[in-house]
């Protein structure tokens, strides 16, 4: 029974993909990060996003929008005299939920993040600190954006708020990402997916 459940309700899903409207993209910007939760007196730092994305038109006004997004992340803080910028860089595979109405559009969904390398840098210097991170985490994002009428370039912004936390260390102590990103993206010709 649980078997054929199953296999209907991907029968259902696959049917719904194969007959959306899918036009597939590109998209940048900068990235405006911290990290919250247990940690004290440090500063958004300014990193930036880029990577591809794929728009499946469920109806006229629903969609959803897996993506592929290399994005530096991380902080800044001061310890005496020296900046130390702390640089977190994953690759994010975010798979928003939007609704669309005259170029508007509004969504929110889960993020998967994996971790690429973590460096803290200051005056010419740089340590690697992956090992002290989760090499995965999860996040959640909130976000909206306008592509203009007859074009395939538009501009979003997003609010990335993380759920678990990314320190891998043992103890109570939870610290997690904070990221807001704005930008541009450009979406190709759509064609109907087979």
């Given at each position: 029974?649980?078997?054929?459940?199953?296999?209907?309700?991907?029968?259902?899903?696959?049917?719904?993909?194969?007959?959306?409207?899918?036009?597939?993209?590109?998209?940048?910007?900068a990235?405006?990060?911290?990290?919250?939760?247990?940690?004290?007196e440090?500063?958004m730092?300014?990193?930036?996003?880029?990577?591809?994305?794929?728009?499946?038109?469920?109806?006229?006004?629903f969609?959803?929008?897996?993506e592929?997004?290399y994005?530096?992340?991380?902080?800044?803080?001061?310890?005496?005299?020296s900046?130390?910028n702390?640089?977190l860089?994953?690759?994010n595979?975010?798979?928003?939920?939007?609704?669309?109405?005259?170029?508007?559009?509004?969504?929110?969904?889960?993020?998967?993040?994996?971790?690429?390398?973590?460096?803290?840098?200051?005056?010419?210097?740089?340590v690697?600190?992956?090992?002290?991170?989760?090499?995965i985490?999860?996040?959640?994002?909130?976000?909206?954006?306008?592509?203009?009428?007859?074009?395939?370039?538009?501009?979003?912004?997003?609010?990335?708020?993380?759920?678990g936390?990314?320190?891998?260390?043992?103890g109570?102590?939870?610290?997690?990402?904070?990221?807001?990103?704005?930008?541009?993206?450009?979406?190709?010709?759509?064609?109907?997916?087979k």
């Open positions: 029974m649980k078997k054929s459940l199953l296999l209907l309700v991907c029968a259902v899903a696959i049917t719904s993909i194969t007959q959306a409207q899918v036009r597939f993209g590109f998209k940048g910007g990235n405006f990060a911290n990290l919250t939760g247990d940690i004290e440090v500063k730092r300014v990193g930036f996003n880029a990577g591809a994305v794929a728009k499946i038109s469920l109806s006229e006004s969609s959803v929008q897996p592929l997004v994005s530096n992340q991380g902080t800044s803080f001061e310890e005496g005299d900046k130390i702390m640089h860089n994953y690759i595979l975010p798979i928003m939920f939007q609704y669309n109405v005259s170029g508007f559009s509004i969504e929110t969904g889960p993020q998967a993040s994996f971790l690429m390398t973590a460096k803290l840098k200051a005056d010419g210097e740089s690697d600190i992956k090992e002290g991170f989760k090499s985490d999860f996040g959640w994002g909130i976000g909206a954006g306008y592509k203009m009428p007859g074009s395939g370039l538009g501009f979003n912004a997003r609010f990335n708020i993380g759920l936390k990314i320190n891998d260390s043992e109570d102590a939870k610290i997690k990402n904070s990221v807001i990103q704005a930008g541009l993206f450009y979406m190709l010709g759509g064609r109907p997916s």
